[in-house]
């Protein structure tokens, strides 16, 4: 079991930057495959980004590609979303999750076992 606790959301201008955090509890945090996944009111939760169990390896959504890095510090027990040139479209409750398979490349919410409660970034226009 791993608890997930996501923050560094909030309010931001268009073109801004947030770096999002998501610290897990317990010790087997290396063994998991983490995601990103985001929902905008009135829509499904979607793909974000994801990263391999020691970081080697990223994958992300093409609406975000080359404007959003994920990252981990498994000392830290910490993986990071930052958000470069966020537009009005970013605005959602960000997730994270955590893989215990960590298989990589998974992009489908339900291939993820643990979620953290969200945090609310908005982006103004």
């Known amino acids: 079991q791993v608890q997930l606790v996501e923050s560094g959301g909030g309010l931001v201008q268009a073109g801004g930057s947030l770096r999002l955090s998501c610290a897990a509890s317990g010790r087997t945090f290396s063994s998991y495959s983490m995601g990103w996944f985001r929902q905008a009111p009135g829509k499904e939760r979607e793909f974000v980004a994801t990263?391999?169990?020691?970081?080697?390896?990223?994958y992300y959504a093409d609406s975000v590609k080359g404007r959003f890095t994920i990252s981990r510090d498994n000392a830290k027990n910490t993986v990071y979303l930052q958000m470069n040139s966020l537009k009005p479209e970013d605005t959602a409750v960000y997730y994270c999750?955590?893989?215990?398979?960590?298989?990589?490349?998974?992009?489908?919410?339900?291939?993820?076992?643990?979620w953290g409660q969200g945090t609310q970034v908005t982006v103004s226009s």
């Open positions: 999750a955590a893989d215990r398979e960590g298989a990589a490349w998974r992009t489908v919410d339900r291939d993820y076992d643990y």
């Open positions: 990263i391999t169990r020691a970081g080697s390896r990223t």
